[in-house]
C-alpha cells in the first residue's frame, strides 16, 4: 500500500528520529551542505525565472524542487529536524543534548552549503568582481537583474522589515519563521505519507510553494540571501544579519517546526501502546522513513 497511516507515519518517525540523533559529525555536515547548497540554487532559479517571465508565483512554483530532492535523498535541513528531533526525545529513543547536538551540526553543515553556492553566484553574477552587480539592472535582462534582486531582498529583510522596527521587528521576524517552518515541516511530513515518487512530490510541493509565495522567513533560505547580499555590495553588515534575522528566524522556525508539527502530530497520533503492528512491518517501515529522513 502506497499510504502510509499517520499513526505509523509518527512512530517510525520517531523510531527514525533516534537513529538520526546518533548520525556522526561528519555525515551532518555532508548532507547538511547539501541541503544548503541545493536550496541556495533553488533560490537563483526561482529569482531567475520571477526576473524573466515577470511572474514571481512562476519562480516560487519551481522554487520546491530544492526540498524535494532534500527528501527523496535522505539529506539533513536543520528546519526539518525542529520537528523530528523533539519527537524522539519526548518518546525516550533520544536526549535534548543529543538534539541540540544534531541541530548545532546541521545548521552549521547548511550555512556552508549555503556560503559556497553565495561565493559561486558572486563570481557568476558579477563575472568574478569586473562587472558591478546593478550594472544592467535597468535593461532589464542578465544576472545582473538577479544580484540587484537579492541585493534588495537583503536589505528589505533585514534593514528595512526588522532593523527599522526594532522590538517589534524582532517579533515580527520571529512570527514569520513560526509560519514559514509551520509550512516546511507540513511539507515533508506529507511527503513521507507516500512511498511513491511522484506521491511524494506532489505532496510536498504545495505547502513549500505556499511558504515562498507568502514572503515568509525560513532561515536555510535566509542564509543563502544574507550571504550573497554583502558579498554583493548590499552595504549590509552580517552583524546586522545575524541579530535582526537569522537569530529570531532560527527561533520562529524551531517554534513553527516542534510545535506546530512535531508536537501535535505526537500529541495525537503517537502509538499508546509498543509493538502494536507485527515486528516485521514496524521494521520495514522504520527502514523506508530511516532513509528517507537521513537515519543510516
Not at 511527503?191 to 505532496?203: C, E
Request: charged share 10%; hydrophobic share 55%; aromatic share 10%.
Amino acid at each position: 500500500m502506497d499510504y502510509v497511516l499517520p499513526n505509523e507515519l509518527v512512530d517510525g518517525m520517531i523510531a527514525a528520529g533516534g537513529k538520526k540523533a546518533a548520525v556522526s559529525v561528519k555525515n551532518l555536515l555532508i548532507r547538511g551542505f547539501y541541503s544548503g547548497a541545493i536550496l541556495g540554487l533553488a533560490v537563483i532559479l526561482a529569482l531567475t525565472v520571477a526576473a524573466q517571465s515577470k511572474m514571481p508565483f512562476l519562480g516560487s512554483l519551481l522554487f520546491p524542487f530544492g526540498f524535494a530532492s532534500i527528501v527523496l535523498f535522505g539529506m539533513e535541513l536543520v528546519t526539518g529536524n525542529f520537528a523530528l528531533l523533539p519527537m524522539s526525545t519526548w518518546a525516550g529513543r533520544s536526549t535534548w543534548s543529543a538534539t541540540f547536538r544534531n541541530w548545532f551540526w546541521v545548521w552549521i553543515g547548511n550555512f556552508i552549503g549555503t556560503a559556497v553556492v553565495a561565493l559561486i553566484m558572486w563570481a557568476s553574477l558579477t563575472s568574478a568582481g569586473h562587472v558591478a552587480p546593478l550594472a544592467a539592472a535597468d535593461g532589464g535582462k542578465g544576472w545582473q537583474v538577479v544580484a540587484a534582486t537579492i541585493i534588495k531582498l537583503n536589505k528589505l529583510n533585514v534593514v528595512t522589515k526588522y532593523e527599522a522596527l526594532g522590538s517589534t521587528g524582532l517579533f515580527l521576524a520571529f512570527l514569520r519563521g513560526v509560519v514559514a517552518n509551520w509550512l516546511v515541516c507540513l511539507g515533508v511530513t506529507m511527503a513521507l505519507v507516500s512511498k511513491s515518487v511522484p506521491g511524494k512530490l506532489l505532496a510536498c510541493w504545495l505547502p513549500i510553494t505556499a511558504f515562498q509565495t507568502m514572503g515568509m522567513e525560513h532561515i536555510v533560505v535566509n542564509q543563502f540571501l544574507h550571504t550573497a547580499g554583502p558579498l554583493l555590495g548590499s552595504g549590509v553588515s552580517f552583524g546586522q544579519v545575524i541579530v535582526w534575522n537569522w537569530i529570531p528566524v532560527t527561533l520562529g522556525n524551531i517554534v513553527g517546526g516542534m510545535v506546530f508539527i512535531g508536537m501535535l502530530f505526537y500529541s495525537t497520533h503517537r502509538t499508546p501502546v509498543a509493538d502494536v503492528l507485527p515486528q516485521e512491518h514496524d521494521e520495514k517501515l522504520e527502514r523506508e522513513l530511516a532513509a528517507e529522513l537521513g537515519a543510516r
